[in-house]
């Protein structure tokens, strides 16, 4: 059973940085795609990177493309989300997720139980 957890997350004044971590456990994790989502209270959840098998190619969204990075450490089994420039619209709960059938159009079938990131002015 495929396991995801996050950590990393807390509480940063606009302008900072943090780093974002998610552990995989119980399955090939070089085989997936992962991406990472956050939800903000009130709102959908909504997407926000992907990074493919390899690492070699990302996808942001571009509410965060150029301030957010997404990596990955297959031999760790961990996905990063590196948050620099952080905005008070980026508070929100972020979730990993752990994506099949592909990177064109993965299915995020694993999710992990969040981590708060919460900007302050």
């Known amino acids: 059973q495929v396991q995801l957890v996050e950590s990393g997350g807390g509480l940063v004044l606009a302008g900072g940085s943090l780093r974002l971590s998610c552990a995989a456990s119980?399955?090939?994790?070089?085989?997936?795609?992962m991406g990472w989502f956050r939800q903000a209270p009130g709102k959908e959840r909504e997407f926000v990177a992907a990074v493919s098998r390899s690492g070699g190619s990302t996808r942001y969204a571009a509410s965060v493309k150029g301030r957010f990075t997404i990596s990955r450490e297959n031999a760790k089994n961990t996905v990063y989300l590196q948050m620099n420039s952080l905005k008070l619209g980026d508070t929100a709960v972020y979730y990993c997720a752990l994506g099949t059938a592909g990177w064109n159009a993965p299915q995020y079938d694993y999710w992990g139980q969040g981590t708060q990131v919460t900007v302050s002015s």
């Open positions: 119980g399955g090939t994790f070089s085989n997936y795609v």
